[in-house]
């Protein structure tokens, strides 16, 4: 249950496949125009309603909800050994190799 | 209650830009080919002193020049004897955004505000989102910056979310949507919802902004060392990095060549849904870098003030994989962990040096912050996480979208030409099936310009086209 207020993740399709431009490449016409945006909930409401929310700059905008307290939640990714190597590799051959 | 379908919106695109540019385009237009690209950037009203003071109350510019002089020994290390330029870099991550971008955004919000706009808008997935959110702060403006940001399963390349988040934690409304051009739809429908100011990328306040790096690179290289770099590289992707720099060094009076990089990702369509996060650079590419300068009007503003054929003396390509390896080099030999995409011209100046005497100077205009997503490992994991083939062996083999080749030595960095002859004859054909005029002699001697060539080169690229 979201509370009016919570700041929450919306989700709307702008424009359905038939909607799109007519410039868009093959694989991008068989997908809709999907947008995402964060804002404060204007009334109670549960996961995968339709709702409105107000953004950070006053605008008021339509969507099924998504997400309440949305994170970030990007990092640095699994280790990536070539990197190690890389960092080794230069050294040793600039400054040799040994202890 | 307005009519908000792509076909109607487009159609009001006239009328919504005259309310949000700031700038009547009409006043330089000569109604063929040629328009007067001075006058529009003189029109801003800022020269360098004025864009100086300007910056330097949001605490911009004014970055360290570096000296790599551990990258610049294994150049020599590698280079025949006499040659290795010594490379220095820009520290641009300094600005308060954490990149050059701070320069661009610091002009064209200051004249938002002053221009009586309550907020900005610019469609970005780069760092210049982060700048105007960072400025529209420092101004108490509202900002919203627009990403395309998804593939159609929500599948995000992490550099992206990333800078999506520190737009907002500098305050400003994000709105992320799936790949397609019709972020233009969104973005106009965004400014006639708002009545904010277009914080275009390519607007002239913006471009201006950027001639203060060159002025400070010739600046602070004449107080340390008594004379001119003989080479700057600028990372190339819509053209205002390169134009703007070029034009400080200009106004400085320092004759140094002028070079742009790009990473090379020939083959890949931006738009393309499969092909979005088949990518590992999300700016300073080929896919922004080809188009825009042989075409600079196709962007969001009716005349671009990023004209970067104007300037550039060489344009050089490099592979993701280079970048990736040079942005690690500088981390491992330098001490200076920084974003990958501001190191595609640190690539092509650790390649352009080994051509250099020793005793020639190269600057490498830009840095950028690195973080969480924005990172070569978070980047090169994602890759290989969506099928990208990564591994150590000659970058030269490497197909964008396929694979990522690490150089297997420092010796396989090489920087590849672009064939600057036939981009000035894309640009002229461009020209023509736009307008679709017989030239005057103005749009000749105009298209000179706009190429770097003279009037003969323009006539026989038109004859030729006939």
């Given at each position: 249950?979201?509370?009016?207020?919570?700041?929450?993740?919306?989700?709307t399709v702008v424009l359905?496949?038939?909607q799109r431009a007519p410039q868009v490449?093959?694989?991008?016409?068989?997908?809709?125009l999907e947008m995402?945006t964060?804002?404060?909930?204007?009334?109670?409401?549960?996961?995968?309603?339709?709702?409105?929310?107000?953004t950070r700059t006053k605008r008021s905008l339509r969507g099924?909800?998504?997400?309440?307290?949305?994170?970030?939640?990007?990092?640095?990714?699994?280790?990536?050994?070539?990197?190690?190597?890389?960092?080794?590799?230069?050294?040793?051959?600039?400054?040799?190799?040994?202890? | 209650m307005r009519d908000n379908s792509y076909e109607a919106v487009m159609a009001r695109k006239g009328e919504i830009m005259k309310t949000a540019v700031g700038m009547d385009y009409a006043k330089f237009e000569?109604?063929?080919?040629?328009f007067?690209?001075?006058?529009m950037?003189?029109s801003t009203?800022?020269?360098?002193?004025?864009?100086?003071?300007?910056?330097?109350?949001?605490?911009?510019?004014?970055?360290?020049?570096?000296?790599?002089?551990?990258?610049?020994?294994?150049?020599?290390?590698?280079?025949?004897?006499?040659?290795?330029?010594?490379?220095?870099?820009?520290?641009?991550?300094?600005?308060?955004?954490?990149?050059?971008?701070?320069?661009r955004a610091?002009t064209s919000i200051y004249t938002a505000k002053k221009m009586g706009y309550k907020g900005a808008i610019a469609a970005t997935s780069g760092?210049y989102g982060?700048?105007v959110a960072?400025v529209c702060?420092?101004s108490?403006l509202r900002c919203i910056v627009m990403q395309e940001c998804?593939?159609?399963?929500?599948?995000?390349?992490?550099?992206?979310?990333?800078?999506?988040?520190?737009c907002?934690?500098?305050?400003a409304e994000v709105v992320q949507l799936t790949?397609g051009p019709e972020l233009f739809y969104m973005f106009l429908r965004a400014l006639e919802d708002t009545g904010y100011f277009n914080a275009s990328l390519y607007n002239a306040y913006g471009v201006?902004?950027?001639?203060?790096?060159?002025?400070?690179?010739?600046?602070?290289?004449?107080?340390?060392?008594?004379?001119?770099?003989?080479?700057?590289?600028?990372?190339?992707?819509g053209?205002g990095?390169?134009?703007?720099?070029?034009?400080?060094?200009?106004?400085?009076?320092?004759?140094?060549?002028?070079?742009?990089?790009?990473?090379?990702?020939?083959?890949?369509?931006?738009a393309?849904?499969?092909?979005?996060?088949?990518?590992?650079?999300?700016?300073?590419?080929?896919?922004?870098?080809?188009?825009f300068?042989?075409w600079p009007d196709r962007s969001d503003v009716p005349r671009s003030a990023a004209?970067?054929?104007?300037?550039?003396?060489?344009?050089?390509?490099?592979?993701?994989?280079?970048?990736?390896?040079?942005?690690?080099?500088?981390?491992?030999?330098?001490?200076?962990?920084?974003?990958?995409?501001?190191?595609?011209?640190?690539?092509?100046?650790?390649?352009?040096?080994?051509?250099?005497?020793?005793?020639?100077?190269?600057?490498?205009?830009?840095?950028?912050?690195?973080?969480?997503?924005?990172?070569?490992?978070?980047?090169?994991?994602?890759?290989?996480?969506?099928?990208?083939?990564?591994?150590?062996?000659?970058?030269?083999?490497?197909?964008?979208?396929?694979?990522?080749?690490?150089?297997?030595?420092?010796?396989?960095?090489?920087?590849?030409?672009?064939?600057?002859?036939?981009?000035?004859?894309?640009?002229?054909?461009?020209?023509?099936?736009n307008?679709?005029?017989?030239?005057?002699?103005?749009?000749?001697?105009?298209?000179?310009?706009?190429?770097?060539?003279?009037?003969?080169?323009?006539?026989?690229?038109?004859?030729?086209?006939?």
């Amino acid at each position: 249950m979201a509370k009016k207020g919570d700041w929450v993740l919306l989700h709307t399709v702008v424009l359905t496949p038939e909607q799109r431009a007519p410039q868009v490449p093959e694989d991008t016409r068989r997908v809709p125009l999907e947008m995402w945006t964060k804002g404060y909930l204007t009334q109670d409401a549960e996961i995968g309603d339709e709702v409105e929310i107000t953004t950070r700059t006053k605008r008021s905008l339509r969507g099924t909800l998504v997400e309440v307290d949305p994170q970030h939640r990007h990092g640095y990714g699994d280790f990536v050994p070539e990197i190690l190597k890389i960092g080794d590799d230069v050294r040793d051959i600039l400054f040799g190799g040994e202890r | 209650m307005r009519d908000n379908s792509y076909e109607a919106v487009m159609a009001r695109k006239g009328e919504i830009m005259k309310t949000a540019v700031g700038m009547d385009y009409a006043k330089f237009e000569s109604g063929s080919i040629a328009f007067d690209y001075e006058g529009m950037l003189a029109s801003t009203g800022l020269n360098i002193e004025e864009v100086r003071r300007i910056q330097s109350g949001f605490s911009i510019g004014n970055t360290p020049l570096i000296e790599l002089k551990n990258i610049t020994a294994l150049a020599r290390k590698l280079a025949p004897a006499g040659k290795g330029a010594r490379i220095f870099i820009k520290d641009e991550a300094a600005n308060p955004s954490g990149s050059f971008k701070a320069r661009r955004a610091a002009t064209s919000i200051y004249t938002a505000k002053k221009m009586g706009y309550k907020g900005a808008i610019a469609a970005t997935s780069g760092n210049y989102g982060a700048a105007v959110a960072s400025v529209c702060a420092m101004s108490g403006l509202r900002c919203i910056v627009m990403q395309e940001c998804y593939d159609s399963h929500k599948l995000g390349q992490p550099e992206i979310i990333e800078k999506a988040r520190k737009c907002e934690a500098f305050g400003a409304e994000v709105v992320q949507l799936t790949v397609g051009p019709e972020l233009f739809y969104m973005f106009l429908r965004a400014l006639e919802d708002t009545g904010y100011f277009n914080a275009s990328l390519y607007n002239a306040y913006g471009v201006v902004g950027v001639e203060t790096l060159g002025y400070e690179i010739a600046e602070q290289f004449r107080a340390k060392f008594g004379r001119d770099p003989d080479a700057v590289v600028a990372t190339n992707a819509g053209g205002g990095n390169l134009t703007g720099t070029a034009r400080g060094l200009i106004k400085a009076g320092c004759k140094a060549t002028v070079i742009g990089a790009s990473v090379n990702l020939a083959g890949l369509h931006m738009a393309s849904d499969t092909q979005f996060n088949r990518k590992s650079f999300t700016t300073g590419h080929t896919g922004f870098g080809m188009p825009f300068s042989t075409w600079p009007d196709r962007s969001d503003v009716p005349r671009s003030a990023a004209r970067p054929l104007r300037y550039m003396e060489r344009y050089v390509t490099l592979s993701q994989g280079e970048v990736f390896y040079t942005t690690e080099m500088l981390a491992s030999l330098e001490g200076l962990e920084r974003g990958p995409a501001g190191n595609v011209s640190l690539a092509a100046a650790f390649s352009i040096a080994q051509e250099m005497d020793a005793d020639q100077c190269i600057v490498v205009q830009e840095t950028e912050y690195t973080g969480a997503g924005k990172h070569i490992n978070p980047q090169l994991d994602f890759a290989r996480k969506n099928g990208i083939d990564i591994r150590f062996g000659d970058p030269a083999e490497e197909v964008p979208g396929k694979s990522i080749i690490l150089p297997a030595h420092p010796n396989l960095i090489k920087a590849r030409d672009a064939d600057l002859g036939h981009l000035r004859g894309s640009l002229i054909r461009n020209a023509l099936a736009n307008f679709k005029v017989a030239p005057t002699d103005a749009d000749v001697a105009f298209l000179a310009e706009e190429t770097r060539t003279d009037e003969a080169f323009v006539r026989a690229a038109i004859e030729a086209n006939q």
